[in-house]
């Protein structure tokens, strides 16, 4: 069986962060990387890449049975990858089902007993079980980069450099027109607009809201207030773009991250 992951390190989101195994009772937590081998597996077939790409019935993490494959390498590297042709198939595979339950339990297995795990499967950043995560700690600080959660434990103020994922904006914002991005501004007591919104953005381990108000959001988004009011088409799609890219299943961004007290006593 083959865990396809798509396009980037994130956490297999097939899997839960706690699923119990209805036969036997035996629960599974989603491990931080994988034993084994990885490999790429590259679409050449339109439609298959039009599942996995546009109509979205395959994300990272996802179970796929892949029949009727071919060995390969990579043209410049020869790095050797699977070639999933015109002729082979690609069958979505639910993480209940009995095959997925008895691949899910042997690797569980291999994990409880300390099997070691392929760093390359890792999520970013890397942090696991009370033994792993000091490996895990010691490679965020030589990169530069700190955990979710490192970002909410560090009193404040203070910066970070962090590697996350971005779940959804505050208020909610679907990238499909110019009148949805009217939502992630507010207007001032003078009259004016700024940005005033959030990104609910997560790791492997923790999540949290992060505030994009005035300038770094108009940075963020290569746009202004004003460029939405007058409706600025140019500008406005390359936003939009931006934001949906931002928002896509399995991207990871990396971005630098303050924390501040606020006068309520709570962290911002």
Known sequence: ???????????????????????DNVTIRAPIALCGRVINAIIW??????????ENMI??????????????????????????????????????AHEIKVLLKGHNTRV?????????????????????????NQETK?????????????????????????????????????????????????????FRFALHIKDSTSEVDVLCLGRVAEDLLGITTQDIIAENSDKCKAALDTLKELLSPGSICEGKIQSTLGKDGKLY
């Open 1 to 23: 069986k083959i865990l396809l992951d798509i396009r980037s390190s994130s956490p297999p989101s097939s899997w839960p962060k706690s699923s119990v195994m209805a036969d």
């Open 45 to 54: 077939e339109e439609n298959l890449w039009d599942l996995i790409h546009r």
């Open 59 to 96: 994300e990272v993490g996802s179970f796929v049975r892949l029949r009727n494959i071919n060995n390969a390498k990579l043209p410049i590297t020869g790095t050797h990858c699977l070639s999933v042709h015109a002729k082979s198939s690609l069958t979505p595979l639910p993480f209940d």
């Open 112 to 136: 409880s007993s300390g099997v070691p795990t392929n760093p390359t499967s890792a999520i970013l950043p890397a942090a696991a079980s009370s033994r792993q995560r000091a490996v895990g």
């Open 142 to 194: 030589r990169h530069g980069f700190s955990t979710v959660r490192e970002c909410l434990e560090k009193p404040a103020p203070a910066s970070f450099t962090t590697h996350f994922e971005v779940s959804h904006t505050l208020p909610i914002c679907n990238p499909t027109s110019i009148d949805a991005m009217k939502a992630l501004y507010t207007k001032r007591k003078n009259g004016s607009f700024s």
